[in-house]
């Protein structure tokens, strides 16, 4: 068994150890309480209902990991300054299905030790993904909550690393928690209808803004009839987002749809309604128009696709899946208006690899906790990354327009894996809501970049894995302001006994910026990783 090493963003899934499946493949203090009342409301929906004795399925996976790091310019500045930087991260994962109930989880605590800077940069970084549900009654109501603890970086301009060894200012701890209560059922005739309220916390600590706590409340709701050849569905849309020491912004739409099928894999749509839109400086509504297509040629293949007439012009968001025995593909795009919540929220799902080989497995193993250890074995023996690199999250207090494209796809071999993704993502203000200042600047940028890891088994007990990452960030107004980010990693790792495995390896990164600072590192790493029964 070879495990893979650590990576500064923790996956939720990915650690632990049970027995395997057969192989299908070939050989603040305000901050501070809102944070406690969240993780204890989030623990307590989901436990109330859910008593161990009751519970179906358990599987806990404690872990530790060790590395040891020498690099020639730990803190990622133009001069550099050489370190010998020593991290600790105890860790647990968990899953549980029951009846009524689910839950996965893992929770990470990376402990930072520097020799020479210890002074500036000892750190802690906890690391927490936590999603459950609960049916509280049958069929009926339902809760969702979840937590999320990661780190993120101020704006795509300054200092990255792919290590948490790199003590760079750049970087901050990112907070988000979610509680969503909501009622769905089956009306007598056929109607499907469902009201959900959607309540998000979330708080960063960075330096760049006065304040990073924020609150999003999103009610919606829908009734709808099944096409069968025709039906029709009335939906409601309300978001209100407030950050700390501003205004609400406000989003409001209601439409009707109207829905064909038009055989057995495809149902194609078009909506009308209304849209009140209320932001800092600016007031938009007006009518609203769509159309849609669903296509469902076989348990392996969709493709959804919807395009609307907005007061900014063209919405539209298109994902399209397919998955063979032994590759899985992900593109998707879409322009919108969005939040800096609603990006936290949906980080890593672009290039999650334990969401990727989920999908490439999901009909040979139908058993979502078999098919989640097999595909945690398959991350370790192969020595593949938690997540493949993606855009930067828009550390922005107000509502901004996005445009944004993604291709993500995995191929397995019997001794060779191969995953790569390319990333596209404009951000810029709503019209009438451009800020002036340093702000402005960093909200307006776009995003483009790369990331490709290729592994191949040298022994039955030896791995080499390599990961390439490249991006670009451009000003959208000031042209010329860029910084462009090449790194590169590469590892052999080997097991030591059937918990515990070694590794060691090489890194280095350069990036060159005509807005921040320049810098190029080089280091030598090494680490263990133990799981504990």
């Known amino acids: 068994m070879v495990i893979t090493p650590p990576t500064s963003a923790f996956n939720a899934k990915s650690a632990g150890r049970t027995l395997r499946p057969a192989n299908p493949l070939l050989p603040e203090p305000l901050a501070a309480r809102a944070h406690t009342r969240m993780l204890a409301v989030c623990g307590l929906a989901i436990a109330a209902g859910s008593p161990l004795a009751q519970a179906e399925t358990w599987r806990i996976s404690p872990s530790i990991a060790v590395e040891s790091t020498l690099t020639d310019?730990?803190?990622l500045t133009a001069h550099g300054t050489a370190d010998w930087v020593n991290q600790f991260t105890p860790a647990i994962a968990f899953q549980e299905r029951g009846a009524h109930t689910q839950l996965n989880g893992a929770i990470a605590v990376p402990i930072l030790l520097?020799?020479?800077?210890?002074?500036?940069?000892?750190?802690?970084?906890?690391?927490?993904?936590?999603?459950?549900?609960?049916?509280?009654?049958?069929?009926?109501?339902?809760?969702?909550?979840?937590?999320?603890?990661?780190?993120?970086?101020?704006?795509?301009?300054?200092?990255?690393?792919?290590?948490?060894?790199?003590?760079?200012?750049?970087?901050?701890?990112?907070?988000?928690?979610?509680?969503?209560?909501?009622?769905?059922?089956?009306?007598?005739?056929?109607?499907?209808?469902?009201?959900?309220?959607?309540?998000?916390?979330?708080?960063?600590?960075?330096?760049?803004?006065?304040?990073g706590q924020s609150y999003t409340n999103e009610i919606i709701g829908h009734i709808s009839s099944r096409p069968t050849p025709a039906g029709w569905s009335l939906e409601y849309d309300r978001a209100d987002i407030r950050f700390s020491g501003q205004p609400s912004e406000i989003t409001e739409l209601a439409r009707m749809r109207g829905s064909y099928r038009i055989d057995a894999s495809l149902v194609g749509s078009v909506s009308a309604g209304y849209e009140d839109d209320r932001f800092f400086l600016t007031r938009e509504r007006g009518t609203i128009y769509g159309a849609g297509l669903v296509w469902r040629p076989s348990d392996r293949t969709a493709l959804n696709a919807n395009w609307e007439h907005r007061f900014f012009g063209t919405a539209y968001d298109v994902a399209f899946n397919h998955t063979s025995r032994l590759t899985v593909w992900s593109v998707s795009a879409a322009r919108n208006i969005e939040s800096y919540p609603q990006q936290l929220a949906s980080l890593g799902q672009g290039g999650n690899v334990s969401q990727l080989l989920n999908s490439l497995f999901a009909s040979r193993i139908t058993d979502p906790i078999a098919r989640q250890t097999f595909v945690d074995q398959l991350i370790r023996d192969r020595g593949l990354p938690a997540l493949l690199s993606g855009a930067v999250p828009l550390l922005a207090q107000q509502v901004t327009l996005t445009e944004s494209a993604n291709a993500t796809a995995g191929i397995l071999g019997a001794r060779n894996s191969i995953l790569f993704t390319v990333f596209r993502s404009r951000n810029e203000p709503l019209p009438g809501e451009e800020l002036a200042g340093l702000l402005s600047d960093q909200n307006n940028n776009t995003q483009i970049g790369a990331s490709a890891a290729w592994t191949h088994q040298l022994k039955q007990n030896l791995v080499l894995a390599t990961t390439f990452d490249w991006s670009r960030t451009s000003a959208n107004v000031q042209s010329g302001e860029s910084t462009r980010l090449y790194s590169l990693r590469a590892f052999l790792s080997t097991s030591l006994s059937a918990l515990t495995s070694v590794y060691g390896g090489v890194r280095y990164q350069d990036s060159r910026s005509d807005i921040g600072e320049s810098f190029r590192e080089a280091a030598l790493f090494v680490g263990l990783i133990h799981m504990f029964r």
Not at 173 to 186: H, I
Not at 187 to 194: A, T, V
């Open 73 to 75: 310019n730990v803190d």
């Open 114 to 211: 520097y020799a020479r800077t210890s002074a500036e940069n000892n750190q802690v970084f906890p690391q927490v993904n936590i999603n459950g549900s609960y049916e509280a009654i049958d069929k009926l109501l339902f809760v969702d909550a979840f937590a999320s603890v990661s780190q993120q970086f101020q704006t795509p301009f300054g200092p990255r690393s792919t290590s948490l060894a790199n003590a760079t200012q750049n970087r901050y701890t990112a907070q988000s928690y979610g509680f969503s209560p909501y009622v769905r059922s089956v009306l007598p005739g056929g109607l499907e209808y469902e009201l959900r309220d959607n309540n998000t916390w979330s708080n960063s600590n960075a330096s760049s803004i006065a304040s």
